[in-house]
């Protein structure tokens, strides 16, 4: 049970309410679509508003200070902002409260973006109305909102990660370097991945097996870190900065407690059964041909390519991203080795951005490479010694025989991705991929604090690119390694002991040890364990006395913004 | 105070490097050549593909 | 139209606040939580289920048709999901037609908002999983029919208690003018009557009438 560093008294009761409403325009992501101006006038009548303004971006460095600047101008004790998703931006208006002096749990979010300009496009009226409704229960709400104070507890200085791929071991050391314990946790019996079965890395033309060896010896010699094989993680609890781990390595059980996990498990490539006459003798898998490569052992005077194979296909709609740059490369060092052998590369899009991968792409091009674009309407037709592809450019099907056939298919999501999510209750796309928490601002963290990702198991890239995520997984993930401690959000149960009758089935109900039973004078009651109560409400939700209050989203607040709108025609 | 890292740039690379660091206890001093923060990021409207405000 | 009310899980919702939405001029209320087995809290989505369960059974022996609540388990990852479960229970909803805003069905909605605030249903219903699933420290189990038997009876029981405490909150009233706005037999309001007296909760009001007439305290 993780201990709270500290506990502060209750913040004073702020008073009477005083509602400031902020209605951000979005530039024209808002005001394009409702009334804003009749939006603004009806916050000003709703009661207990104090103040109204309308900002073309409240988030904006001058949204914030006309934030700040009204809570002390207008003596506001309660903030009401109508804009985006309290998911990007609730922790930027909680500390422009925070920075005027008002506790940030007096704030209320209002989403009439997402849920009024977003979703009603089209139907400005009702739009309109929606956000004056939304707005009208958020303000009935705000009125009732509590100071809360936050909640600090110590973090284990120790990372847990899944996955000793390149990702993995990457992560790994970048976390173990900055001084502290790391325990890696490989499922196969040796470290390295899928990186073991690649030949040559694009664009370098370095060795896979040489990179992949030396980072595998170096993470094994490293201090602090302990590598776990044929390893599996079996149960976790608890959360950021003290989550509760249960491996299973070679039939050992370890339990451990660790501040931050990431998850590092890459992907599998798909078999193409059933695609293209595959048979895995001479119609392979691009990454067959690189074990091929790799052994030194192909033998062919006309290859051909075939590109998405089972990728960007109805039922799979994703691009795998790595396999435009993998047969690109691996034509080339043919080419290179072997000018006499033909190499053609039928495909539907290539992907080779930035600077590197395009000049490769030239380079293979300069080389004789052959490249052919085919429709997905019209795929190429396979059979056992030759292809017959219908040049989209042409016009004509072109009959292309061949001794190797090369199928490039997909990262798919690795084996057991579901139970891990199930696990570490984090989140996966329609795909199976794991899914940040922001696509383009939270890139490698999870939406749950202190779980992080990286690598394949995020969505297909390649060795650069999987290796940029792990360092910034690694140096995301040692913030709250480094602080030592983080704060927990305040929003927990509070007991009324004099209504308690010590029934305990909010102890029965609650998955985290967040209450128990203790004993008091007047037998036995009821008690929060804040640092470990999450928050949910099952026990508030269930207690016959009705004597738990949930902080910040109280029985009162809740049905007071339930009731908000009567006598408004719906 | 003592800066520990300076970080050069304040788009949005830079601005996250700043406060990745400073949250790690590092003092840091952002540097950007323009009057204000925010590079490219902040001239756009909506970012895919969330089709978040880029503000 | 869909107002949205935010809640850390659906875990915290209490079967009381969809009653209360009911009374409160809302058609139908949905709730909606991770899926089960991904409880982004663990287990609140289970506890979510037992009891909208018995919310829908009771609401459907109240005579209001059961569809007013739905309950479904969406990922945070499954939008498209979501936006076409929404669009087909708004028609749904549209189909059923709006709720009766009259007095005589809000004094009801609030009885059954009071019947589920009560201990002995609460207690009941949180226990379900334990005494269900798990028995007794004895192993005794009680079997699902029973069970809801137990619970369904407690609530109605309940119920009617507040719906004439309820109903004396808006005016005093006599013994055969509770009988007729609730529909129980005279002796049945008596036995209510009792107990709401004994709580506390009313007292006779002095007079000279026929029937004597009770009020709120």
């Known amino acids: 049970m993780p201990d709270e560093v500290t506990q502060k008294e209750a913040a004073p009761d702020p008073g009477a309410p005083r509602i400031g409403v902020f209605v951000c325009h979005c530039g024209a992501n808002i005001a394009g679509f409702v009334d804003i101006e009749a939006i603004e006038n009806h916050a000003r009548a709703l009661p207990n508003v104090a103040f109204t303004q309308r900002n073309l971006y409240t988030c904006s460095e001058t949204g914030l200070r006309e934030i700040k600047t009204a809570i002390a101008a207008q003596k506001l004790n309660r903030v009401v902002v109508a804009s985006c998703s309290p998911r990007t931006h609730e922790p930027l208006f909680r500390s422009a409260c925070r920075e005027a002096g008002l506790n940030p749990f007096l704030f209320e979010f209002v989403n009439i973006r997402d849920q009024c300009s977003w979703v009603h496009m089209q139907q400005r009226e009702g739009a309109t109305r929606k956000a004056k409704e939304l707005i009208q229960m958020g303000v009935a709400r705000a009125a009732l909102l509590e100071p809360q104070e936050d909640i600090t507890v110590g973090v284990a200085g120790k990372a847990l990660i899944i996955g000793g791929g390149i990702s993995g071991i990457t992560a790994t050391m970048s976390i173990a370097r900055r001084g502290f314990q790391v325990i890696l946790v490989e499922r196969e019996k040796e470290l390295g991945g899928i990186l073991k079965n690649v030949h040559k890395l694009y664009p370098t033309m370095g060795s896979a097996g040489d990179l992949i060896g030396k980072n595998i010896r170096a993470v094994q010699k490293m201090p602090r870190v302990q590598v776990l094989t044929s390893a599996r993680l079996v149960e976790v609890s608890g959360f950021v900065g003290n989550y509760k781990v249960t491996i299973d390595s070679e039939g050992k059980r370890i339990e451990d407690t660790v501040g931050v996990i990431v998850v590092a498990t890459g992907a599998r490539l798909l078999t193409p059964e059933g695609l293209f006459q595959y048979n895995g003798r001479n119609i392979v898998t691009q990454g067959e041909l690189e074990l091929l490569l790799k052994q030194g052992r192909l033998d062919a005077d006309s290859i051909v390519m075939i590109q998405c194979v089972g990728a960007r296909v109805p039922g799979r709609e994703y691009c795998s991203r790595v396999c435009c740059m993998t047969a690109i490369k691996n034509a080339i060092l043919i080419r290179e080795a072997q000018p006499e052998t033909a190499v053609f590369v039928l495909y539907r899009d290539i992907q080779t951005y930035g600077t590197l991968y395009e000049e490769d792409y030239r380079r293979a091009r300069e080389l004789g490479v052959s490249f052919i674009r085919y429709n997905l309407s019209k795929p190429p037709v396979v059979s056992s010694d030759k292809v017959i592809v219908h040049d989209e450019l042409l016009g004509e099907d072109v009959p292309i025989p061949f001794d190797l056939l090369a199928l490039a298919t997909p990262l798919i999501p690795q084996a057991g991705f579901d139970e891990l999510s199930k696990a570490l209750k984090v989140p996966v796309d329609e795909n199976g991929f794991f899914l940040e928490a922001h696509a383009k601002l939270r890139p490698v963290d999870f939406a749950t604090d202190g779980i992080f990702l990286c690598g394949c198991a995020r969505w297909p890239s390649d060795i650069g690119e999987s290796v940029s995520q792990a360092l910034a997984a690694a140096a995301r993930a040692s913030i709250p390694l480094s602080q030592g401690h983080v704060k927990v959000e305040p929003i927990v149960s509070q007991v009324d002991q004099n209504r308690c009758i010590g029934c305990g089935l909010c102890e029965t109900v609650c998955s985290y040890v967040g209450i128990h039973l203790t004993d008091t004078p007047k037998g036995k009651k009821a008690e929060t364990i804040r640092a470990s109560c999450k928050g949910c409400g099952t026990c508030g939700a269930s207690c016959p006395q009705k004597a738990i209050r949930m902080s910040h989203f109280t029985d009162g607040q809740i049905e007071a913004q339930i009731c908000a709108l009567v006598g408004t025609d719906k | 105070m003592k800066t520990d890292v300076v970080v050069i740039g304040g788009g949005i690379a830079g601005i996250q490097a700043g406060l990745d660091l400073a949250e790690m206890e590092m003092n840091v001093v952002l540097v950007e050549k323009k009057p204000s923060l925010g590079g490219k990021m902040s001239q756009l409207d909506k970012v895919y593909p969330t089709n978040d405000c880029a503000l | ?217």
């Not at chain 3, 005579?63 to 479960?85: D, H």
């Open chain 3, 1 to 217: 139209m869909i107002r949205i009310i935010r809640v850390m899980c659906t875990g915290r919702v209490d079967p009381a606040f969809v009653v209360w939405a009911l009374a409160n001029e809302f058609d139908a209320v949905l709730v909606v939580g991770c899926r089960i087995g991904d409880c982004h809290y663990s287990s609140g989505n289970l506890a979510a289920r037992r009891r909208m369960r018995i919310l829908q059974a009771f609401i459907k022996k109240n005579g209001l048709p059961p569809e007013r609540l739905r309950v479904e388990w969406i990922s945070s990852a499954e939008a498209t999901k979501f936006s076409k479960l929404v669009e087909e229970y708004a028609g749904q909803v549209k189909a059923l037609g709006p709720m009766q805003k009259d007095d005589g069905t809000r004094l009801r909605l609030l009885a059954m908002k009071r019947a589920l605030e009560e201990e002995k249903v609460r207690w009941l219903i949180g226990n379900e999983k334990k005494l269900v699933e798990e028995g007794n420290v004895f192993g005794d189990k009680l079997d699902q029919e029973r069970f809801d038997a137990a619970v369904l009876g407690a609530l109605e029981d309940e119920f009617n208690k507040n719906l004439i405490a309820v109903a004396l909150e808006k005016a005093p009233a006599s013994v055969p003018e509770l009988a007729a706005l609730s529909g129980l037999k005279e002796p049945a309001v008596g036995e209510y009557l009792v107990a709401l007296e004994q709580a506390g909760r009313i007292a006779p009001v002095a007079g000279h009438e026929e029937y004597a007439r009770y009020t709120k305290i």
